[in-house]
């Protein structure tokens, strides 16, 4: 199975950090040591790599990692790496280090700087899908959705407690960029009053008459959950709307805001993060390069980064459709 010309695998974390990264990278180096090759991070992601802050790593750089939040490799956002003057620095950073192929662990937009690099330098890459968003094709999960949305829920249920202890209308943001997979799930697991999510317009005058219909039939309390980016509006423009065609009501918003992105990672982006850690090394080593690895009806498969980050991931009709069937 082994690839002679792959000895050296740098790891590293872009973009946005997502509960899980650590057991992935845990997972990315553990794999590379029993297939018997030298592992090595890139700290702060594209920019460390220009930066040159690049160690080989050892059993005790990933000792006591797999439940915590957060990277310990760090992320960070690098202009410099959108131009070809910083890409060429990158390149020969991980030259002088001979790094053979690399992998990285974040969303799109770390995905399609892996995706350029190859197609200029030529480095060996693989993707894994850490994001809390859920919006890349060829995966059903990403790592870090699970955890986002229990700690999601989690905190709406405490919202709960105040909003039935008051008779209030709570408006609570969640995160998601535009998509909306964080939101449905949120808004089945709390049976929130609505969800307002990217893919869908709901008009304020739908989402008023449904707050009348609760009125009516005594419900004491209402969650409405606002993803972030929606066609609506954010959680504080909804709720001044909504203030002044029900001024009777006691209307709160809160944004959980990067609360959702920390924590400790779920068993399930846990087992996620080891098994897309395993097989991205794997799949290097089986010459499948600038695709991102990922798990459909629970069997790993490689996606090309293109598609990845071009193809339309949808959110669910049918969870759409439970959604608003729960909240009457």
């Known amino acids: 199975m082994e690839n002679k010309t792959i000895k050296r695998i740098a790891v590293f ?72 003057e910083g890409r060429k620095k990158a390149y020969e950073n991980l030259k ?100 307002l999510i990217p893919e869908k317009k709901m008009p304020i005058e739908r989402l008023i008459e449904r707050l009348k219909a609760r009125t009516k039939a005594m419900k004491t309390s209402n969650i409405v959950i606002v993803a972030e980016g929606g066609k609506s509006g954010g959680a504080a423009e909804i709720a001044d709307k909504i203030k002044k065609q029900l001024p009777y009501f006691d209307i709160k918003v809160t944004i959980l805001g990067h609360l959702q992105r920390g924590g400790a990672p779920s068993s399930s982006d846990r087992v996620l993060a080891s098994k897309l850690g395993v097989a991205a090394v794997e799949g290097l080593l089986h010459g499948k390069y600038d695709v991102m690895a990922g798990v459909i009806n629970n069997k790993v498969v490689y996606t090309p980064i293109s598609k990845a980050i071009l193809g339309d ?15 009457t």
Request: proline share 2%; with cysteine; hydrophobic share 40%.
């Open 96 to 195: 002088k280090h001979g790094i053979d192929a690399m992998i990285v662990i974040g969303g799109d937009g770390s995905l399609t700087g892996a995706h350029l690099f190859y197609k200029e330098h030529g480095i060996p890459a693989i993707g894994i899908p850490g994001t809390i968003d859920n919006d890349l094709a060829g995966t059903d999960l990403t790592i870090g959705f699970d955890t986002a949305c229990n700690t999601a829920i989690q905190a709406i249920d405490k919202i709960r407690d105040t909003a039935t202890s008051h008779d209030r209308l709570f408006f609570v943001e969640v995160m998601g960029r535009d998509a909306g997979f964080i939101a449905i799930n949120a808004g089945i697991g709390s049976a929130a009053a609505a969800t």
């Open 313 to 327: 991931k949808e959110v669910d009709e049918d969870d759409f459709r439970i959604a608003k069937i729960l909240s």
């Open 13 to 84: 974390t872009s973009g946005g950090d997502a509960p899980g990264m650590n057991a992935a990278i845990r997972a990315v180096v553990r794999a590379g040591f029993y297939y018997n090759l030298e592992m090595f991070g890139i700290y702060r992601g594209y920019e460390g790599m220009i930066q040159n802050e690049i160690k080989k790593l050892d059993s005790k750089n990933i000792a006591h990692i797999l439940e915590r939040g957060g990277t310990f490799l760090k992320s960070a956002r690098s202009a410099e790496f959108r131009t070809e």
